[in-house]
DNA sequence: CTCTTGACCATGT
DNA sequence: AACATGGCCAAGA
């Protein structure tokens, strides 16, 4: 057993690893689920996150529906691809419909 | 240890 | 609606 020194990492790996399809979650929300309140935390552990492994993180958006331009992985096309892709509902062209996909805890 | 940056959030203008 | 500021917390240089 490894020390889990990233603990922090761990706890939002799992939680968006938990999110099911046609379903997204917010940073705010992982944040609180990991015992924190600072959404900031889990970009950051996304980011620092080895992407393309076993975190969705296309299923991660901020409070107002909104993904990261510029900063995800390949793009906001390529996350809103994957979106529609998985089911996720829109509500504008850059925005997800939180209303119809919002994750609860 | 100090300073800067950051995939956020809330409020104010 | 867009821009600016403050807050919180952790990692990188």
């Known amino acids: 057993m490894q020390k889990n020194k990233n603990n922090f990492f761990e706890q939002v790996y799992e939680v968006v690893r938990k999110i099911p399809e046609g379903k997204v979650m917010t940073y705010g929300q992982i944040a609180e689920k990991v015992g924190t309140k600072d959404a ?22 901020n409070k107002n ?36 996909c919002s994750y609860e805890i």
Do not use: M
């Not at 900031?40 to 958006?61: E, F, I, Q, T, Y």
């Not at 390949?74 to 209303?99: A, C």
């Open 40 to 61: 900031r935390k889990v970009g950051w552990a996304l980011h620092a996150n080895p992407d393309g492994s076993d975190v969705p993180c296309h299923r991660v958006v």
């Open 65 to 100: 529906g909104r993904l990261a331009p510029g900063y995800a992985f390949g793009g906001p096309d390529e996350q809103k691809n994957r979106l529609i892709t998985e089911g996720i509902p829109f509500s504008t062209k850059d925005k997800v419909d939180l209303k119809r």
